[in-house]
């Protein structure tokens, strides 16, 4: 079975950048889809980036639009979150997902990271 192993999340101030990595081990199918998503405290988890494994498509959350970007290596196995220009609001819980379709609905994704914290101060 596949796991998914995040790294990148950490404390940083308003205006800052954060890389967040997602490495796939085990063997298993490449995913059609992967995800980011995020639950703040207190906050029911929201999407936030969704890539096709072959990069053809990707989609964001308006809230990270403009600010975030979702890629991945297919060599490394590994999805990556760049996050620039850090607001307070962006402070939660991201988890990596992979799935069989390219949507923004958690329940599709079939596979979850375990979790990485990101933390904005002002």
């Known amino acids: 079975q596949v796991q998914l192993i995040e790294s990148g999340g950490g404390l940083v101030q308003a205006g800052g950048s954060l890389r967040l990595s997602c490495a796939a081990s085990g063997r298993s199918l490449s995913p059609y889809a992967m995800a980011w998503f995020r639950q703040a405290a207190g906050k029911e988890r929201e999407f936030v980036a969704a890539?096709?494994?072959?990069?053809?498509?990707?989609n964001y959350a308006d809230s990270v639009k403009g600010r975030f970007t979702i890629s991945r290596d297919k060599a490394k196995n590994t999805m990556y979150l760049q996050m620039n220009s850090l607001k307070p609001e962006d402070t939660a819980v991201y988890y990596c997902?992979?799935?069989?379709?390219?949507?923004?609905?958690?329940?599709?994704?079939?596979?979850w990271g375990q979790g990485t914290q990101v933390t904005v101060s002002s």
């Open positions: 890539i096709t494994w072959s990069g053809t498509s990707s």
């Open positions: 997902a992979r799935g069989p379709s390219f949507t923004v609905v958690a329940a599709v994704y079939d596979a």
